[in-house]
């Protein structure tokens, strides 16, 4: 089942505030490395809100949850794991829907990280909002994090106070994925630049994920968006993964990338002829 | 209030009692002493709240078991401990006791302060008096001097910024006193203030908080705090809060190369920068701003 010959490693995927994206964020990059042949499995770890499943189109095949593995209901979590339509190597392990965040301890999820290491390649945690119970459970088996923020002040305060946490509990290898960016307004000043934010938090730039409409969409009809060609936040996460792949990619920054460029060339060529 | 203890020193701070473990002290006789603590040579101590800096030492589980027990034995209780060693924290935090992520390393200073005495060494050169009646900018000027070419030449580049002391800072709104003690030069002046140095970047929802003179090496990021009894000097941006002179010291001051905070506070005394100074906008000033109390109210200025 596993492609690479080391243990597998787990990824939390958080960010304090709410609505930045860990989930889009998660279910994106578990695509894009499960399409590019690696076993994954992704962990929604947060109980009482459970919406990766969603995101992937999954739901109605949850029988099992997270609660239900830690608490021993189902024999091996292999049985609770929710193979994707999509690709045979992702699957994914849902939250209880109807149970509070401390239904699951912390030395549990480690217990549960633990085994799933031995059995895939890239085990991704999808961490709640809130510096509470549920972020301490998602961290808890973590061997690096990811942490998704917007370009906003709030965000970034937030995000901050993560990469806090995150250094406090021993998880030296954070990395930043900067959410939502609209180049259009970081031009006009109006909005917080990669810089801006980088100045900040002085975590290493994983990828940087342009605003992008069609994602709404994506979400809604539970395909990520990394799948979609025509998609510019797509074409970000595919650089992401290609980075968490192999750090030496480059970053593709979302104002010169080869779709803006090649609508740039399009449009002067469509001007010239109507000229 | 020092306690002549062989393994530990005892410390009153405005939060308690603080007893920092010698990192290098025989446990049998750390244990032996602090059973003693109520009875023994100094036996002042009846119904105290200890606070515990146990430094960079891992401790088992029976060894905190014994520290506790020891401490029961005599009436008195444990507040919370600092340590480097997550072990420890973890230790003590499933006991249900506050563990926070530092140290001191008071306990150490002071034995190698009594080691240098022992040997006849003499480094009390400069006899510099604070709080003599001299005007607030020349008695700022002085200690500003000595903190800035004392140790610097010998610190690493601020950025980036390595944890190699890991000198984490704590995560929740607790309070916690750090004080490092440089690895290879001891203090050559006998402040009646310490210094603290700390090379990090201090996060949103961190705070120092220190009797004595804070300088920070790296960045103060937005949310982040130090509060000190003494001066704080800022060689990274400073974006967060400072409170220079937290006990009261009027000619306390905050010193730094990039002035981006949105709130200053001076002894009682507080300034908020207008908003046009931050985030977006870079600080436009540059050279070394220092902040001082002039009268009833803050203000910035060069420092030449």
């Given at each position: 089942m596993r492609k690479g010959n080391n243990v597998g490693k787990v990824i939390v995927v958080t960010s304090?505030?709410?609505?930045?994206g860990k989930t889009t964020a998660t279910a994106n990059i578990g695509a894009g490395l499960a399409s590019q042949g690696h076993s994954v499995v992704l962990i929604d770890t947060d109980i009482g809100l459970r919406n990766l499943d969603l995101v992937l189109g999954?739901?109605?095949?949850?029988?099992?949850?997270l609660v239900d593995v830690v608490e021993g209901k189902?024999?091996?979590?292999r049985q609770a794991l929710i193979k994707d339509k999509r690709f045979d190597n992702l699957s994914i392990l849902a939250s209880a829907q109807?149970?509070?965040?401390?239904?699951?301890k912390p030395e549990q999820m480690k217990k549960l990280c633990n085994e799933l290491k031995d059995a895939f390649d890239f085990i991704i945690l999808d961490c709640p909002a809130g510096i509470e119970m549920g972020f301490k459970n998602a961290i808890a088996g973590a061997d690096e994090a990811i942490v998704v923020t917007n370009p906003e002040v709030s965000a970034v305060r937030d995000a901050d106070r993560i990469v806090g946490l995150l250094e406090a509990a021993e998880i030296n290898t954070i990395r930043l994925i900067l959410n939502r960016v609209k180049p259009g307004l970081i031009k006009r000043g109006q909005m917080l630049s990669v810089t801006d934010v980088q100045d900040i938090l002085n975590i290493e730039l994983l990828g940087q994920v342009p605003e992008d409409e069609r994602i709404v969409h994506s979400s809604n009809k539970g395909?990520?968006?990394?799948?979609?060609?025509?998609s510019k936040a797509g074409m970000a996460y595919r650089n992401v993964v290609a980075r968490i792949l192999d750090p030496a990619v480059p970053i593709v920054d979302p104002q010169t990338s080869i779709w803006s460029k090649l609508r740039r060339v399009l449009t002067a060529d469509l001007g010239a002829q109507v000229g | 209030m020092t306690g002549s203890y062989e393994s530990l020193v005892l410390k009153g701070t405005r939060h308690g009692l603080l007893a920092s473990i010698?990192?290098?002290?025989?446990w049998s006789l750390l244990v032996s002493e602090l059973k003693s603590?109520?009875?023994?040579?100094?036996?002042?101590?009846?119904d105290a709240s200890l606070t515990f800096d146990f430094g960079w030492r891992e401790l088992t589980e029976n060894q905190f078991d014994q520290v506790i027990s020891a401490l029961h034995d005599q009436g008195l209780t444990c507040n919370g401990i600092l340590s480097t060693s997550l072990n420890t924290r973890t230790i003590a935090e499933e006991r249900g006791y506050r563990a926070i992520i530092g140290r001191l390393g008071l306990a150490k200073h002071q034995g190698r302060r009594m080691r240098r005495e022992k040997d006849g060494v003499?480094?009390?050169k400069v006899a510099e008096v604070p709080?003599?009646?001299?005007?607030p900018p020349e008695r700022v000027e002085a200690p500003t001097a000595q903190a800035a070419s004392a140790p610097l030449p010998q610190a690493?580049?601020?950025?980036?910024?390595?944890i190699e002391d890991s000198f984490e800072v704590p995560n929740d709104h607790s309070i916690e006193e750090v004080q490092e003690e440089s690895?290879?030069?001891?203090?050559?002046i006998e402040d009646e203030e310490p210094t603290l140095y700390l090379r990090k970047t201090l996060r949103s929802g961190q705070k120092v908080v220190f009797a004595g003179n804070v300088v920070l090496l790296g960045d103060l990021n937005p949310g982040a705090q130090i509060e000190a009894d003494g001066d704080i000097i800022v060689m990274?941006?400073?974006?967060g809060t400072v409170h220079a002179g937290?006990?009261?010291?009027?000619n306390s001051t905050v010193i730094t190369s990039s002035m981006q905070a949105t709130q200053l506070r001076i002894a009682d005394h507080f300034l908020t920068i207008n908003k046009?100074?931050?985030?977006?906008?870079?600080?436009?000033q540059t050279g070394t701003l220092r902040a001082r109390l002039n009268g009833d109210s803050v203000v910035v200025e060069a420092l030449r």
């Open positions: 304090g505030k709410g609505g930045v999954l739901e109605n095949r949850i029988v099992f949850d189902c024999r091996s979590f109807s149970r509070e965040k401390d239904a699951v395909e990520p968006a990394i799948l979609d060609p025509r | 010698r990192e290098d002290a025989d603590l109520s009875s023994g040579g100094e036996g002042f101590l009846t003499d480094e009390i709080n003599t009646v001299i005007a690493p580049p601020i950025e980036p910024l390595k690895s290879q030069e001891a203090p050559r990274g941006q400073l974006r937290a006990e009261g010291d009027k046009k100074n931050s985030f977006f906008k870079k600080s436009t």
